[in-house]
């Protein structure tokens, strides 16, 4: 009877054991399959090319751009230049998203930094951006000041002065 009570027990600690590992690898798998990864979209084709890249100058309100994968959501891309929010067109190009904007008006003679937030459609966030090297606003020469004409008297002025009668 002892053999008997000894293989029950036996069997029904394997039985626990077995019942343990069977639930906790399912609920392992379901966990796997809830989490989606996430991919942070990733800025590429960037123009013009950071200042740490060529060491280039760009003129004032010079136009900027980039492309973001189809995974962006395209109502959540911000952009600001040297801490100044900056307005963006975001155009969907079947493959990617062209996002164009222009630097403030207000930024010549400075460094900036081009900064971008964007979020995934599955709702992770990357931060990126690259620093430009903007120059002084050139000044179209302007044309010379013309010097004002004498005033001319017209010819049949009536202060016109007569030469003088001989009696």
């Not at 690898?25 to 013009?48: F, G, M, N, V, W």
């Not at 929010?85 to 904007?101: A, Q, R």
């Not at 966030?125 to 690259?130: A, C, Y």
Request: hydrophobic fraction near 30%.
């Amino acid at each position: 009877m002892t053999i008997k009570k000894n293989i029950i027990s036996h069997l029904s600690m394997l039985f626990i054991i077995t019942s343990f590992t069977f639930f906790s690898q399912t609920t392992s798998a379901y966990e796997e399959d809830k989490k989606t990864e996430c991919k942070p979209p990733r800025l590429r084709r960037i123009k013009p090319e950071s200042y740490t890249k060529n060491h280039s100058e760009v003129p004032p309100e010079s136009e900027f751009s980039f492309t973001l994968p189809v995974w962006t959501d395209p109502e959540k891309v911000t952009v600001t230049v040297k801490k100044i929010p900056t307005k963006v067109t975001v155009e969907d190009h079947g493959s990617f998203f062209l996002v164009k904007g222009n630097l403030p008006a207000e930024l010549e003679n400075t460094y900036a930094r081009v900064s971008v937030r964007a979020v995934a459609k599955l709702g992770c966030l990357k931060r990126d951006g690259w620093l430009l090297k903007i120059s002084e606003r050139i000044v179209a020469n302007p044309e010379p000041e013309k010097e004002p004409e004498p005033e001319s008297k017209p010819e049949n002025s009536s202060e016109k002065q007569q030469p003088a009668k001989a009696q």
